[in-house]
T-cell receptor, first 113, second 115 residues
Framework: AQTVTQSQPEMSVQEAETVTLSCTYDTSESNYYLFWYKQPPSRQMILVIRQEAYKQQNATENRFSVNFQKAAKSFSLKISDSQLGDTAMYFCGHNFGNEKLTFGTGTRLTIIP | GAGVSQSPSNKVTEKGKDVELRCDPISGHTALYWYRQSLGQGLEFLIYFQGNSAPDKSGLPSDRFSAERTGGSVSTLTIQRTQQEDSAVYLC?????????????FGPGTRLTVL
């Protein structure tokens, strides 16, 4: 069974600083997909970044980047130059493509002005 | 274009009543998913529709839960004889599949409160 673990229930960081959110997962498959979703208080889940397991290069989207360590089954999210609008719950997710996403329990991130 | 929409936004019901939650996916998306998010928890998969294939119902917690997708578009999640433990936010997502990078687009959710 797929599992996703986020070991940091809450984190806080000063505005403009860099923060890294941890995620580990368990799968016996070799080809799969990893995602980070953001859920602000509005409840709307928004895709932040995704990574295909067959790609060795770490995905980057503006201030967001991942450190994908396939052998260690680790997929951390780095947010650079954090902004107040980054305050949200962040969920790490995993699937094999067209199937259900398995999510971790989330990390509540607070950006402090 | 329009995103995934869900209705109602909030639903309060009494224990034992039936409820129906609606999801309108993004036009053209072939895959549709239902998830449940209980207070302070992650998202729990409920059911998945892909085109005309039989749905994956492996996440439904009991036979009180059912869902259908009519015409490959709108989906309705029905909870019969609601219990207090059914209180949660129910999220719907849709996906275009491989061409869309398997990204799931989520709706704003329906917050269900069972008194």
């Amino acid at each position: 069974a797929q599992t996703v673990t986020q070991s940091q229930p809450e984190m806080s960081v000063q505005e403009a600083e860099t923060v890294t959110l941890s995620c580990t997962y368990d799968t016996s498959e070799s080809n799969y997909y990893l995602f980070w979703y953001k859920q602000p208080p509005s409840r709307q889940m928004i895709l932040v970044i995704r990574q295909e397991a067959y790609k060795q290069q770490n995905a980057t989207e503006n201030r967001f980047s991942v450190n994908f360590q396939k052998a260690a089954k680790s997929f951390s999210l780095k947010i650079s130059d954090s902004q107040l609008g980054d305050t949200a719950m962040y969920f790490c997710g995993h699937n094999f493509g067209n199937e259900k996403l398995t999510f971790g329990t989330g990390t509540r991130l607070t950006i402090i002005p | 274009g329009a995103g995934v929409s869900q209705s109602p936004s909030n639903k309060v019901t009494e224990k034992g009543k039936d409820v129906e939650l609606r999801c309108d996916p993004i036009s053209g998306h072939t895959a549709l998913y239902w998830y449940r998010q209980s207070l302070g928890q992650g998202l729990e998969f409920l059911i998945y529709f892909q085109g005309n294939s039989a749905p994956d119902k492996s996440g439904l917690p009991s036979d009180r839960f059912s869902a259908e997708r009519t015409g490959g578009s709108v989906s309705t999640l029905t909870i019969q004889r609601t219990q207090q433990e059914d209180s949660a936010v129910y999220l719907c997502a849709s996906s275009f599949g491989l061409d869309g990078g398997w990204e799931q687009f989520f709706g704003p959710g329906t917050r269900l409160t069972v008194l």
